[in-house]
């Protein structure tokens, strides 16, 4: 699967950077860094809901170095097994 992180200037400033640590390590507790591809993005016009990740064809939204975890869990980990 192919997650987009967006970069662009609101999503930055809501901490798109921790987003991305914190999913990296997400990713090796899961084991599963070979099943996902992770790239940045520009704006995704989505700003008024940053942070925002785009998963193959859905949007996640409003996503922190909190959150992450748990979205990833149950949103991209069922349909990466
Ligand atoms: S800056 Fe991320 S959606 Fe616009």
Redesign the pocket.
């Known amino acids: 699967m192919k997650l987009k992180i967006?970069v662009?200037?609101?999503?930055?400033l809501h901490g798109s950077y921790a987003v991305i640590e914190e999913l990296n390590k997400v990713l090796e507790k899961y084991g599963v860094q070979e099943l996902v591809e992770m790239q940045a993005s520009f704006?995704?016009?989505?700003?008024q809901?940053?942070?925002?990740i785009s998963a193959d064809e859905i949007f996640l939204h409003k996503l922190n170095k909190e959150n992450i975890e748990r979205v990833f869990l149950e949103e991209v980990y069922p349909k990466i097994r």
């Open positions: 967006c662009g200037s609101s999503c930055h704006c995704m016009g989505q700003c809901h940053s942070v925002n």
